[in-house]
Structure formats: structure tokens, C-alpha cells
């Protein structure tokens, strides 16, 4: 089977712990480079990442952005104006198992390997540019797929099990027109932190009737820490940081994970990174949960879903 250099270079048989050629070879196949970069579309994001000096560096970081260009292209030229909608959701939904087994492949071999310092220099501009890939895919053609959006910092919790690295290797690329519109929107955005889940409707008894009918069947939280009414009066507190008890969860973390995702549309700030950030929520071990916890265990069909379905449908 013929493969592209994302998949190739993390492979077992042929990857970048199996070239070992010299300096000179490294010099010789980059000068047969073209320098050619040619975007069909103007991307959305760019690496921040700084050009290498080292020659075998030089010549994988080139060969990478080659690659990477030459799969933008290719989806932004798989999704025909003229295809109908069902033909752009199978698009949608080949392009995007294909980027997501890049992210898992390249964190797998990072995961697996001692590599030097010039080699994890690579590794990791791969990741990068796959992960830009990922993103292109979606701010450009997500509107053809069900499936939800993820955060650049969700890709990397998600998919590498890391926090968001403090220096920037990603950032979104702004048209002036863009940049007008976030500066406004930073002007009317409070300089305080939400410190809320920021539940939408007024009338919160339906939320109290919801959850104790998911403690019933699913085993929500461990009530010996905290109760389910403490559990209803946190995620509908206008502060959060004024509350002294803790809430653990019972049921399995796939479960509560899809549960956070069918509940996320009742609340503005309610998903996996501010429950982490509220420092309230505890694992069944008793270990703060992560976000990472929630993103690694989202699946589609957790145990007792219908139920959980029926109970939210209660919300609408």
C-alpha cells in the first residue's frame, strides 16, 4: 500500500528512526527540492515554529510543508461546489478519519520512541502541520458533518494528551476584517473570567428533575461527597468559586463525558476544560478530572444512552 509522508514517517517499517543517512546525502536530496509552495486557498492558520539549521532538519521540514500544502490542496479541491449534500458529508467524513489517523499514528510513535533531539524536532513539525490540517478541515467544511468541533486546545488534550503548549507553534491567520471584529469583540468582553457554567433558562427545576432522574439510572455521582441538589445548585451558580464541597462521579467517565456533550447546549460555558478549570469535579479514584479524561472517553454510544437521551430530551 502506497503511503504519504504523514503516515510513512511514524511507521514502523519505514520511519524517520530508520534514516540514517549522512549529512551530505541529507544536502544533496534537499538542493533537488522545488522551492514551490502553492496554496489553492488562502490557509487559516500557519506554524510558528522556526527554521532549523541542522541539514537533516532542513531538508524533513520542507519535505513536510511540500506534503502538507499537497493534502490542503486536496481537500479543499475534494469538496466540488456542485456535489450535493450527502456526497460533501462522505468527503467530510474520509478526510477527516484520514487527518485523525495522522494525529493518533504521530502521537503513538512519539509515545513509543527514544528519539534525539534533531529527530523530535521533526516528529513534532509533523504533528503541527497535521494538526493544522485538522483545523482546516474543519473552519472550512465542518458545516457538511455532524460531527462536533474541536478546539486547537482540545486537539491537543484530545489527541496528545498535552495542555496547549504556552509557546504559540499554531496561530490562526486574520484578515484585516477579522481582526476588527475580534478587537471589538474584546472591547465588550468583560476582563473578568466567567466564573459560571452559565445554565440558559431561567426556570432550572426541569435541570433539578433531569439530574436526579440520571442519578437513578446511571449512578451520576457518589453522593457520600456531595448530593445531587449540591451537583444541580453548582452548575446553575452564578459563582462557582464560592462553593465548598466537591463532586465525584459514579458513572463511567463514558458516560459522563456524553453526557457533558448532550448537556453543553443548555449552558454557554459548560464543557470538558472549564470543569477542569473549576477544580470541583473528582474522578471514582478520587483524582481531579482532566479534560483530557472526558476527550479520551467520547464516544457515540455509551451505556444506558437511550435513557440518557429521554432524560436531557426533558430539558428541550
Not at 489517523?101 to 523530535?120: A, V
Amino acid at each position: 500500500m502506497t503511503r504519504d509522508l504523514f503516515s510513512k514517517l511514524v511507521s514502523v517499517g519505514y520511519g524517520l528512526h530508520k534514516d540514517d543517512r549522512s549529512n551530505n546525502q541529507y544536502q544533496q536530496e534537499f538542493q533537488k527540492l522545488n522551492n514551490e509552495i502553492k496554496y489553492k486557498k488562502t490557509s487559516n492558520y500557519k506554524t510558528e515554529i522556526s527554521n532549523p539549521i541542522a541539514i537533516k532538519e532542513k531538508y524533513y521540514f520542507k519535505l513536510i510543508a511540500k506534503e502538507s500544502c499537497k493534502i490542503y490542496n486536496e481537500i479543499i479541491e475534494g469538496f466540488h461546489p456542485q456535489a450535493e449534500h450527502p456526497e460533501l458529508h462522505f468527503t467530510y467524513t474520509i478526510f477527516h478519519n484520514r487527518l485523525e489517523q495522522y494525529l493518533t499514528d504521530i502521537n503513538n510513535y512519539i509515545q513509543s520512541r527514544n528519539l534525539n533531539n534533531n529527530d523530535t524536532k521533526i516528529i513534532n513539525f509533523l504533528k503541527v502541520n497535521a494538526i493544522i490540517l485538522f483545523l482546516e478541515l474543519q473552519d472550512n467544511f465542518i458545516k457538511y458533518s455532524s460531527k462536533d468541533y474541536i478546539s486547537i486546545e482540545q486537539v491537543y488534550e484530545y489527541y496528545f494528551n498535552v495542555q496547549l503548549p504556552e509557546i504559540n507553534e499554531i496561530t490562526k491567520v486574520c484578515s484585516t476584517e477579522d481582526k476588527t471584529k475580534i478587537l471589538l469583540k474584546k472591547e465588550r468582553k468583560s476582563a473578568k473570567p466567567k466564573l459560571s457554567f452559565g445554565y440558559k433558562n431561567r426556570e432550572t427545576e426541569s435541570l433539578y428533575i433531569a439530574l436526579k432522574s440520571l442519578q437513578f439510572r446511571i449512578d451520576l455521582i457518589d453522593e457520600t461527597h456531595s448530593t445531587i441538589k449540591q451537583f444541580y445548585e453548582l452548575l446553575t451558580s452564578k459563582d462557582f468559586t464560592k462553593i465548598n464541597y466537591e463532586i465525584h462521579i459514579q458513572c463511567e467517565t463514558t458516560q459522563f463525558s456524553y453526557l457533558v456533550s448532550k448537556l453543553k447546549s443548555f449552558f454557554t460555558n459548560l464543557n470538558p476544560t472549564t470543569l477542569e478549570r473549576s477544580k470541583l469535579f473528582y474522578t471514582k479514584t478520587g483524582t481531579p478530572l482532566k479534560a483530557s479524561n472526558l476527550h479520551k472517553n467520547k464516544v457515540y454510544n455509551p451505556k444506558e444512552k437511550e435513557e440518557i437521551d429521554k432524560i436531557i430530551k426533558q430539558l428541550q
